[in-house]
T-cell receptor, first 116, second 113 residues
Framework: AQTVTQSQPEMSVQEAETVTLSCTYD???????LFWYKQPPSRQMILVIR??????QNATENRFSVNFQKAAKSFSLKISDSQLGDTAMYFC?????????????FGQGTRLTINP | DSGVTQTPKHLITATGQRVTLRCSPR?????VYWYQQSLDQGLQFLIH???????AKGNILERFSAQQFPDLHSELNLSSLELGDSALYFC????????????FGPGTRLTVT
């Protein structure tokens, strides 16, 4: 079974700083997807970024980028120029590439606080 | 706004009761997923339906059941409720053309007293 581990329960940085959230996963699959989801105080789950395992290039979405190390089974999220609105729980998630039956396996989350 | 709707937003009920949570996927999406978020178990996958058919089951209790209707909305039925069933229940949907993204609804907060 796949597992996802986020080793940082909480992090706190100043506004405009850069912060990196860590995620490791365990799988024997070679083809899969990885995601970061954000859950602000509203509790809505918001997709931040997606990475396909077969792509060597790291995904980027504006201020959000990932460092995907397939051999090390590591998938960290970097937030540049952090903003107060980035304050949220961040969940790393794994999904096998299987047609027709898909499920997300989530880590335990990292609570990120951006201080003014 | 993800385009996925869930009703009700909040539900308070007593132990032993039965409730139904409803989800409408984004327009054009054929897949519906249900997840449970609780303090002790985190976010856990419950079940996946695709165009009316069950495709995958996770850690879903026998007291829980789900279905997806011809109009593609889905319902999650929780019966013989226990205190431990108190949680946030999310529905998500994804496009039919093999894309991997799942878009989440706002969730239903269930409190069992």
């Amino acid at each position: 079974a796949q597992t996802v581990t986020q080793s940082q329960p909480e992090m706190s940085v100043q506004e405009a700083e850069t912060v990196t959230l860590s995620c490791t996963y365990d799988t024997s699959e070679s083809n899969y997807y990885l995601f970061w989801y954000k859950q602000p105080p509203s509790r809505q789950m918001i997709l931040v970024i997606r990475q396909e395992a077969y792509k060597q290039q790291n995904a980027t979405e504006n201020r959000f980028s990932v460092n995907f190390q397939k051999a090390a089974k590591s998938f960290s999220l970097k937030i540049s120029d952090s903003q107060l609105g980035d304050t949220a729980m961040y969940f790393c998630a794994f999904m096998k590439h299987i047609q027709g039956a898909q499920k997300l396996v989530f880590g335990q989350g990292t609570r990120l606080t951006i201080n003014p | 706004d993800s385009g996925v709707t869930q009703t009700p937003k909040h539900l308070i009920t007593a132990t032993g009761q039965r409730v139904t949570l409803r989800c409408s996927p984004r327009s054009g999406d054929l897949s519906v997923y249900w997840y449970q978020q609780s303090l002790d178990q985190g976010l856990q996958f419950l079940i996946h339906y695709y165009n009316g058919e069950e495709r995958a089951k996770g850690n879903i209790l026998e007291r829980f059941s789900a279905q997806q209707f011809p109009d593609l909305h889905s319902e999650l039925n929780l019966s013989s409720l226990e205190l431990g069933d108190s949680a946030l229940y999310f529905c998500a949907s994804s496009p039919p053309w093999g894309a991997s993204e799942q878009y989440f609804g706002p969730g239903t907060r269930l409190t069992v007293t």
